[in-house]
């Protein structure tokens, strides 16, 4: 798999599946318009905090990765743009086949490795199994469970989790 930035003719791709009911079942944001993703995918290669990409198999596009950087918690005088806020989405098709893990790794390891970030997190339905499982596999561990704290359009009030991992642990484990 090659995780790359993205092209105009990605985002026309992306159009076809992003708004798909089975794509954005477990989405929070369920919908964005066709203008919205071209501006925001065109924006990622001139932006100093989005490295969202592309996820390509055999020159298809087969999911993207979304890896925003953040500025950690706490009191003031703390180093920003420390963290990162990661996600994907697997391109129908492409589902099962470890393509959201290795989307999820590939993405922490540049978060870790390339850009020195010093802590990773993500979020999701604690209902949505295949999500956790694609951040455990990834090397993240839950860290929080709320309980009825996400709304889900079909569903009601679920539980959410959120995953993390920290730089010196992560590396550590995953060292070569």
């Given at each position: 798999?090659?995780?790359r930035?993205?092209?105009p003719?990605?985002?026309?791709?992306?159009?076809t599946?992003?708004?798909?009911?089975?794509?954005n079942?477990?989405?929070?944001?369920?919908?964005e318009?066709t203008?919205?993703?071209?501006?925001r995918w065109?924006s990622?290669?001139?932006?100093?905090?989005?490295?969202?990409?592309?996820?390509?198999?055999?020159?298809?596009?087969?999911?993207?990765g979304f890896?925003e950087?953040?500025?950690g918690?706490?009191?003031?005088?703390k180093p920003?743009?420390?963290?990162?806020?990661i996600?994907?989405?697997?391109?129908?098709g492409?589902q099962?086949?470890?393509?959201?893990?290795?989307i999820?790794?590939?993405?922490?390891?540049a978060?870790f490795?390339?850009?020195?970030?010093r802590?990773?997190?993500a979020?999701?339905?604690?209902?949505?199994?295949?999500?956790?499982?694609?951040l455990?596999?990834?090397?993240?561990?839950?860290?929080?469970?709320?309980r009825g704290?996400?709304?889900?359009?079909?569903?009601?009030?679920?539980?959410?989790?959120t995953?993390?991992?920290l730089a010196?642990?992560?590396?550590?484990?995953?060292?070569h």
């Open positions: 798999m090659l995780l930035d993205p092209t003719a990605d985002v026309d791709v992306i159009a599946f992003r708004n798909l009911p089975d794509v079942r477990w989405l929070i944001v369920t919908h318009s203008d919205e993703l071209r501006r065109l990622v290669t001139s932006s100093d905090t989005d490295f969202s990409c592309i996820a390509e198999i055999n020159g298809e596009l087969a999911g993207i890896l950087i953040e500025d918690s706490g009191q003031p005088g920003r743009g420390t963290d990162a806020g996600g994907y989405i697997v391109r129908p492409h099962g086949g470890g393509v959201g893990s290795a999820a790794l590939g993405i922490t390891q978060a490795v390339d850009l020195g970030l802590r990773v997190t979020g999701c339905f604690a209902d949505n199994a295949a999500s956790w499982r694609i455990e596999k990834a090397g993240l561990e839950r860290e929080q469970h709320g704290d996400s709304w889900h359009a079909e569903l009601g009030w679920i539980d959410g989790y995953y993390s991992a010196k642990d992560w590396l550590a484990e995953h060292a």
